[in-house]
């Protein structure tokens, strides 16, 4: 069941949705203007958390804004007639490539064979559209590089380009006022790939450029959003095991040195990390 939250006196999210990989879609609500983010695995989903907004006494959308080009995230910009979409110049660079394919059951599988679509993704995509497949992408209206600041009447909304192995083109929100950072996917691994993967370099930097926007909530798309500590500790479990995986001959070697490190058995998320690592290493 989604929820609408308010999580701050300017922010709402919708939960997300396992089965269907629906992730948290935000929407800023300013004096002058309201900021949707990111626009939903299908419009059903983005129409859904507008519904819920308006239920709500939120302002319809001024702006939306795309965190990366991944389909649970763009899709349901299509929707967004008359609403101004955001991206960094990267993500539409990836939306055109989206835009000449076709989402049928034939062409997901042909795709997921030759390992351009994941497996989970091409599922999902089929138990969000059931019937009808009627797929648009939707080019973004207003690109950027590195940064672009909104402001919204009452809160500004600074947008920074922070790309790491999930996914290049990623983007954050990072909202001064509420204390709050819409992180998206951006700690998690590179899924587009023959294995699920981090390398060490990239994640260095990601969390070089993460750490000073860490808020008193941080939003994690296909989570929750989680406090400082959490975040922190987060983005300290990937420094660590990237720095560990550069002496770790395997994955086995790896989780001895955390382990070690940490003084007790590793949990699922620490363990997961280390083979991430390594399945980078052997890339
Ligand atoms: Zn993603």
């Known amino acids: 069941m989604q929820e609408l939250k308010k999580l701050s006196e300017r922010f709402y999210y919708l939960t997300p949705v396992e089965e269907t990989d629906r992730p948290i879609l935000g929407a800023v609500v300013g004096d002058n203007l ?77 795709r997921v064979e030759t390992g351009e679509e994941i497996r989970f993704c091409a599922e999902a995509i089929k138990k ?41 083109d990623h983007l954050i929100v990072h909202l001064a006022e509420e204390d709050i950072l819409f992180a998206g996917d951006i700690t998690a691994p590179n899924l587009y790939a023959s294995s699920w993967h981090y390398t060490p370099d990239e994640t260095k930097q990601l969390v070089k450029k ?6 008193a909530w941080n939003v994690i798309s296909h989570w929750k959003p989680l406090s400082k500590e959490l975040f922190i500790e987060e983005l300290e479990l990937l420094e660590k095991t990237a720095s560990l995986s550069a002496r ?27 083979q991430y690592f390594m399945n980078g290493k052997k890339l």
């Open 34 to 110: 309201t900021l949707l983010i990111d626009a939903g695995n299908s419009e059903a989903h983005v129409r859904l958390f507008l519904d819920e907004l308006t239920r709500s006494g939120v302002p319809a959308p001024s702006l939306a804004v795309l965190t990366h080009w991944h389909w649970d995230h763009v899709f349901g910009a299509s929707a967004l007639n008359r609403t101004p979409v955001i991206s960094t110049e990267a993500t539409k660079t990836e939306l055109q490539r989206l835009s000449s394919y076709s989402w049928e059951d034939e062409a997901l599988d042909e």
């Open 128 to 168: 969000e559209f059931p019937a009808e497949r009627s797929i648009r992408i939707h080019m973004p209206e207003i690109t950027f590089n590195d940064e672009l600041v909104l402001d919204l009447g009452g809160i500004t909304c600074r947008l920074v380009h922070a790309g790491g192995n999930h996914a290049s």
């Open 210 to 215: 993460l750490k000073p926007f860490a808020s």
């Open 248 to 274: 770790a001959g395997d994955e086995a070697e790896l989780k001895n040195l955390l382990m070690d490190e940490y003084g007790k058995p590793l949990s699922e998320e620490e363990s997961l990390a280390a």
